[in-house]
C-alpha cells in the first residue's frame, strides 16, 4: 500500500512553469510504476505520463509531449512533474497514482491515488 499526496499546483498565467510534487507518507514508491494524470471540467481523466522503477518513462498525448517531464526521487520517496510553457488548455486537476503494472494504459491498473491539485492557467 502507498499513500500519495500532490502539491504545487496553483494560477499561472500563459507560458509560465509550475513543478507538481508527489509525496508518499506511507509505502515505497520504488516498488511501483508511477503515472501523472489529469482532468478536465466535464472531461475523462487522461494519461500524461509513465515512469517504470527501472527508469524510463512514456509520455501520451501530442500537446504535452515536449513540455512536461516527470522525475523520481527514490531516497526522498517523491515523484516530481515539470511542466512548462503551460497553456490555457492544461487547466485541470493533476494527479498521481502507483501502480504494480508500470506503463499500463488502463486506469483501472492504478491502484493508489492522490487527492489531486489544482493547476489553472490563464491566458
Known amino acids: 500500500q502507498v499513500h500519495l499526496v500532490e502539491s504545487g499546483g496553483g494560477l499561472v498565467q500563459a507560458g509560465g512553469s509550475l513543478r507538481l510534487s508527489c509525496a508518499a507518507s506511507?509505502?515505497?514508491?520504488?516498488?511501483?510504476?508511477m503515472g501523472w494524470f489529469r482532468q478536465a471540467p466535464g472531461k475523462e481523466r487522461e494519461f500524461i505520463v509513465t515512469?517504470?522503477?527501472?527508469?524510463?518513462?512514456?509520455y501520451y498525448g501530442d500537446s504535452m509531449k515536449g513540455r512536461f517531464t516527470i522525475f523520481r526521487d527514490n531516497a526522498k520517496n517523491t515523484v516530481y512533474l515539470q511542466m512548462n510553457s503551460l497553456k490555457p488548455e492544461d487547466t485541470a486537476v493533476y494527479y498521481c497514482?502507483?501502480?504494480?503494472?508500470?506503463?499500463?494504459?488502463?486506469?483501472?491498473?492504478?491502484?493508489?491515488w492522490g487527492q489531486g491539485t489544482q493547476v489553472t492557467v490563464s491566458s
Open positions: 515512469h517504470r522503477p527501472s527508469g524510463g518513462s512514456t
Open positions: 497514482a502507483a501502480s504494480a503494472r508500470p506503463d499500463s494504459t488502463s486506469l483501472s491498473d492504478y491502484y493508489y
Open positions: 506511507r509505502g515505497a514508491i520504488s516498488s511501483y510504476g
